[in-house]
């Protein structure tokens, strides 16, 4: 069964930067795209950056230019580098694997991993 365990997490004040991991055990890691989302108290959750197989990268427009994603198949790990943190982006971070069309590939979770933005 696949896992998920998302690290990296903390509270930093506004601009400040945070790099997030997750490692992915049970499966193929490298053949999936893979992607971080967020969810909020009281929010749905949303997609934040996906990255294919390939390493081509794709970013949801309110972290563009902020977020970087990135992958290290030989350590089965995906990452997100978050710098100029806003506290709109304060949120449980969760990777998964994703189909092209946004939709997670797989059922289960991670525990997520929390991000706090706060003066």
């Known amino acids: 069964q696949v896992q998920f365990v998302e690290s990296g997490g903390g509270s930093v004040q506004p601009g400040g930067s945070l790099r997030l991991s997750c490692a992915v055990s049970g499966t193929i890691f490298s053949i999936y795209d893979m992607g971080w989302s967020r969810q909020a108290p009281g929010k749905q959750r949303e997609l934040v950056a996906t990255?294919?197989?390939?390493?081509?990268?794709n970013y949801e427009d309110f972290v563009k230019g902020r977020f970087t994603i990135s992958r290290d198949n030989a350590k089965n790990k995906v990452y997100l580098q978050m710098n100029s943190l806003k506290p709109e982006d304060t949120a449980v971070y969760y990777c998964?694997?994703?189909?092209?069309?946004?939709?997670?590939?797989?059922?289960?979770w991670g525990q997520g991993t929390q991000v706090t933005v706060a003066s």
């Open positions: 990255i294919t197989s390939g390493g081509r990268t």
């Open positions: 998964n694997a994703y189909l092209p069309d946004g939709t997670p590939y797989f059922f289960n």
